[in-house]
Each structure stands twice: as C-alpha cells, then as structure tokens.
C-alpha cells in the first residue's frame, strides 16, 4: 500500500472547467491507500451538487450517468473500489473496507468530497446490486452531505441474503461471482471461513444500524431478484427507523423483475413501466436542489402484482401503490397432509412422511432467485416426481386468491443426520399443468435456533424449523391451484449439505439423511401465507 502523493492530489483537483474528458484523482484512504477517481463537472464555474458511485465493475461505467447529470448542474463523482480497476490495495475481502470500522472508504470519500471547492454540500449515491451493496453500507453514520440514494437490487444483510440465505452458501451465486469479477482468489477461502452469523458479518450488515442513516432512498427491487428481500428490508428500516432527514421519505418499488431477464412467463407491457416515484433524476432534483416537484407527495409504496400472463380475465399484472409496507394481510396457515394435499385445516390424525436426502444426488435448481444460473417463474414438473421431494397441492381455486407479503413455513421434522437441510418451495399449478415457481426457501437445521450458535440434531428427536421464503405479490386466477414442494436440497443455487454436520468444503465425507415431516395435529407443518382480504385489492394502474 502506497502513499498518495499530496502534490499529485492538488494537480489533479485542481478545475479544469468545460472538460468534458473526466479527471482522474487518487483518493487518499486513511491507511494511505489511494482510491481511483474520476470527476465530472459541468461547463460552468461554481459549486454544484453531486452524484456519486463507488463500483467493483470499473468506474467508467458512470460515463453514461454523467452525460445526462452534466447538463442538468450535477458533477458526477465515480470510484473504484479498494484493489479495483486502477485504485490500490487488496480487494480480499471484497465490501469489508467500505464495513463499520477501519479503514470505511466510503465514509473517508465522503469527508474528501466535503474538501473540494465545486462541490455545493450536497451528494446523493447511484448504482444496482455491488453498487447498491456500497451504498447501503456507506448510509448508516454518513456526513450530513448525504442526501438522497439509489439501490436498485442491492442486499441489506450480506450474511442473510447474499452469501447464507437461511444458513446454506449460495453456491453458485457466491462461486460464479467471484470467478466472473477475478476476485475467486482469497476472498472465497474467508466468506467460507465464517459460516454463522459473527462479528465479521455484522460489520455488513446496514439493517442494524437504520437509525443512524441521513439520506432518503428509492429501493428498487424484483419479486424474483436474487436480494428481493434486502431490497424490502432496506425500505422498511429507514422507513421507520431511520434518522430525521430518511425517516418516513423512502420509496419502495417491487416488479415481476429478476436479476437479469427470464423466458418461461412474459408479464404484459406494464411490468416494464416503473411509475413516476422511481425517477432518480426527479428525487435528486427534489432532495439535492430543493425542487418543488410532487416528490413529497409521492405514495411511498409502488408493487406490482403478478398473475397468469395468459388469462385475459386475471385480477393481477397491476401495479398498485401503498402508504407501508407489507399492506393489511390476513396469516393464512396452508397444513400439509399425509394424502399430500394442501388445506386450511390442519390434520386431525397421526401422521408422517419421509424420504432419503443423498447429497450426492441433490434436487437439481431450476429458476427462482438466480444470478448465473436460469431464473424466474419455472415450470417445476420436471423434479416434482422425485422421490425426495414431497409435494402437497391444493384443490382447485373457485376463485381468484391473492398472496401478498411475507411468507414462512414451519415444518416440524425429525433426521437420523446431525445437520442437513430443508427447503420449501411454493407455486401456481396452471390448469395445463405446469407448476410455476412464485418463490423458496432453505433453512440449514443447525441454524434453527439461531444463526450465531449452530446446534446439531439428535436422531428421532422432532425439531420445529421456520423456513423463510421472502416476500411476493401474486394473485391466482381461478381453476389455478397452490403446491408446496418440500425437499432438503437445491443446487447448485445452494451448496448440498453434507449432512455430517460439517461443511463441504472442510471434508470429502458425505451421508444419506433420512429425513421425516410430521403431519399430525400437535406437529402441524404448514406454509403461513398472507392472503389479502378482497376489500383491500384497489389497484393503481392497469395491464395492457
């Protein structure tokens, strides 16, 4: 790590005005590090408010952003990350520099922009998933410069949603990230060196710190995006609970988006029209130059709520907006049964079924919440007949049936293994058949009682896991039906479990789990859905 130059720094700050070529600078971090910079100005002398873009992907990714902030007075500010494109230092391990402690790149690039003379006082921060990941983590304890953010798809918790979502590595997410960005060296030993929830990943982890957040934000997310959840969690904590300038001035915009387009359903023409209160050049104009522009007034909850693409009569594929959110749901329990259907009442007998889980075979991924693989509502009949995941479907809707909110299983299960996995996944049976993917989820056993202190199973003792599957919005039309498939793997989305109690990466060993879901009136398992009441579905705007 080299000292940056300080006659260096001063040359290259100094204004060149009209240049419409950006400015290279080194940042200076407190260790001495040196950040690469670049810096756009307007034509015009004076101080100006600015945008600003901390990357791992190479700072001249702003360029574009910078031709249409130019011409509007907003100097445009774009970095590489530490040991990136051209900054120093290492990248291992990756976002931990911008974390809470020593050394905060982000905070330091914010006490730099504070120090030079175009700059008005006012900056607001831009990018999608990495660079939404740097915006959350710069937010909680920014100078009071920080007035406005936009994270499109970025995670709110790194160990929840992006690197153990429910205590399981998203194998090929995490892997096939880091292979693709040159960054596999170094930084996969250490996120796999810290499995559980530790000092390490609360460091990460922006939602515990909303209170201390300055800046307002637009969140903008999809129902099939791989940080869905961060996306919603990051609006309702600084929603709620972030400090004077943030709380009660978020947005949150929720589509029938993934990251990265999908094939198997085509949402009508709307899906792709955000509504006004995603517009980042209208928020910054509002909160960075005090523009009268019905920004305040903005409802500050746009969702969309999908349906069958094919059913012309179908009451979703709307967009609706809200004061909060999740809206006014009533907690359905939907209870598994031995016959393998799917009722509101539970079972009023003694039951069970099980099934062997070998990880040396695990239920292959097809679509959900995907990076590098397909993604997106899949058909799922292709799996559905294997002997290790049971199905349970309801009957057929007499009519149409909203989801809308936050959903979890309790399952309650018994294994002869020490640890292994649980996954549960939810869909609309179309009346063709096809058993399309609304969304899942994966509980590792030995986290069920917490993510910090891992407690191994003992065989023939029954345990009660809660199965997070994030959130949705979705209506079902009528002559559809509802299908919870529960298996114990999903991969490569998620590293098999070895079920030995250890991880795959420490040893070569692998065992069969047996694994049992109880059914019986005392050990319900069930998926608890918010259904929302029928009175409450107004909506916003129309599919065409």
Known sequence: MRPVSLLLLVILCSPLWGDPAPRKVMVPMIDGVGLATDIYLPAEQGKFPAVLMITPYGRAGAKALAGKLLEKGFAVVSQDMRGRGDSEGSNVVIFQSNAWGKPHDGKTTLKWLDEQPWFNGRVATWGGSAVGITQNLLAPGASD??????????????????????????????????KATGMEKGNLDVFRSHPTYDDFWDGMNPEKYAERTVAPGIFIGGWYDIFCQGTINSFQEIQTRGGPRAKGNCRLIMGPWAHGPFDELKYPKNASERPPAADFFRFIDHHLKDASNGVDKDWPVHYYVMGDPGDADSLGNVWRHADSWPPACKATSFYFHADHSLQTSPPSTEASLSYRYDPAQPVPTIGGQNLILPKGPMDQRRIENRDDVLLFTGAELSEPLEITGRIKATLYVISDSPDTDFTVKLCDVYPDGRSMLITDGILRARYRE????????????????????WSTSIILSKGHRLRVAVSSSNAPRFDPNPNTGKMSWEESERRIANNTIRLSPGQASCIVLPILPTSSKTTAKRGS
């Open 145 to 178: 410069s920080l007035h406005a953010q936009f994270v499109e798809v970025g995670s709110s918790n790194l160990y929840a949603q992006c690197f153990y979502q429910g205590g399981a590595f998203r194998k090929s997410m995490i892997e096939g990230w880091l």
């Open 450 to 469: 917490s993510f910090t202190t891992p407690t191994m199973m003992q065989p023939g003792q029954v345990y009660t896991l809660e199965v997070d599957l």
